[in-house]
Structure formats: structure tokens, C-alpha cells
């Protein structure tokens, strides 16, 4: 039985790829923080699967790292823990360095010293392109906007140099943005749709929202991570964009999902200049060429209709939730 290790198990990728893991016939052992209330909800149903476990530790914290590669001795290792949000990383530049930069140089070497035989992979960003104009690929200029983007390019290079310096079997898989329904409440994407569904169910009667003319490549999560899995199992180690190749702005993607509800979204939405960013990035949009010819990986769902595919699912919630009051 294959071992895998995942760091960000309680995220949404880490949730998705447990689930594909899992299926796959793997042991799946993940990382959790440490907090006084349990945020576990996006894995609360594979609580009972004896083939998962998981550990307390923090990828501030390298000895928690060293000791958990030692002990499982994965054969894969998914770097998907972060300190995601963008527009935070402003505001908290060296915590999101110390997790998404160093953090994964503390864990790589602990699968250095641990000197056993891994498959590493680190999720990198579109936010390393930033100003850099679409589309871009695997060989386009990095150009990171943000703390956020700047540490992703950091752990970025610094796979790459492991996989040169000591024969590691590490790749980037630099993904463009992919959503859905276990997205975090804060993301742009997320906000809209269970805007939506609060506003068509009559509990809130708008969302307020940034520059809404940023485009974006938006894709289905869950087809991201058998990406993700793909890239390990390939013969080489190398880096891959995974995009759908279809860029939409944040007002396209907002008319799609209030259209999908029956509302005209001009009727609910509100600007508010305190959700844009100091520097902006105005268009990622990516070219997955590489990973269709190498890996034989294909994005289905592009970002109209990740919208409406979002809606239903917080629709669904909605109405669950008021059916309880």
C-alpha cells in the first residue's frame, strides 16, 4: 500500500486529493494545525476510513516535519499547505513567507534527511506570473504582485534546485485558479456564489466586491488534483501549468452566477474599494499544453460553468440550512 503525506489536508485541494488518494487504495496521512476548535469539516466524512491519519504539526515548525517524514516514510509527498489568501498576504507578509516560502524548504529537507525514497510535490501558483502578460506557460517570465506570489516563487525555485542538487523527484505544479463548493468564504469566487443563494433565499440583498474587471483562469478543483496525483506517477520530474486556457473577468463570472439564479447581478453588487489589492494582477490565463500532451490531463469545467455548478451547491446549502431555523 502506497504512503502518501499531505501538508493542507484540511483544505480544499487537501480534501479533494484525500478522497482521490484514498480511493486509489493509498494509506493517506495529513497535517493539522493545532487549534482549540476543530476545523476539519471538509474531511469530516472520511473521519471514519481506517486508511487515514492524521498528525499535529505546523510547517513553521521543522521538527514536527522531520519527525512526521520519518515516522510514515511516504512515498508521496503533497505540499499543499498555505497561507492562501492574496489579499491577506499584504497584511501579514512574514507569517505568509515563513509558511509558504520557507515551510517548504523545511520540508523538503526533511525528506532529504531522512534519506528515503519520495516523490515531492509543491503547489505553485499563477501569482508567480502576476504582471507577466497572458497567456503564460511553464517558460514565461515569473512576476509575482504580491507576499503571497513572492513566496510561492521562492518554494518554487527552491524545488527545482532539490530536484537538481540532490536527485529528488519533486515537481511545481503551477495551478491557475480552481474553485468550488468547499472554497473558502473570503475567495472572490465563493463570496459570489453564496451571495447568491443568501440573496435569491431574501437573508442579505447584495455582496460588496473589488476590482471586477481582474480576469482569471477558473477551473473545478477536483479535476486539479488528479493533475496533481498524475504528475507523481509520470517517469521524469518536471513542472506543469494546469489551466483551462479560458479566461473570464469577476464581473463575468458574477452575471453567470446571478443569471444562473434569475437575478440581474448590476441589482446586487456594490463596489467597495477596501477588497483591492495595493499592487493588482490583471489577466492570468493559462497554457496546459504540457500537461495534455505529457500527462494526458484535460481541464472539463471551465469558469461559467464552475459559477453555476458553485450556485447550486450553495443554493442547496441555503436551503438546508434555513429548513433547520
Known sequence: MKRAFITGITGQDGSYLTELLLDKGYEVHGLVRRASTLNRVRIDHLHDNPNLHLHYGDLTDGVSLVNLI???????????GAQSHVKVSFEMPEYTASTDAVGTLRLLEAIRAAGIDCRFYQA??????GATPPPQSESSIFYPRSPYGAAKLYSHWVTVNYREAYDLFAVSGILFNHESPRRGE???TRKITRGVAAIKAGVIDHIDLGNLEAVRDWGFAPEYVEGMWRMLQADNATDYVLATGKGYTVKQFAEAAFSHAGLNWEDHVHYDKQYERPTEVDALIGDPSKAKELLGWEAKTDGLGLAKLMVDADSADMKRFLDRR
Request: negative net charge; hydrophobic residues 40%.
Open 186 to 188: 473570503s475567495f472572490v
Open 70 to 80: 520519518h515516522a510514515i516514510e511516504p512515498h508521496e509527498v503533497y505540499n499543499l
Open 124 to 129: 505553485s501558483t499563477s501569482e508567480m506570473f
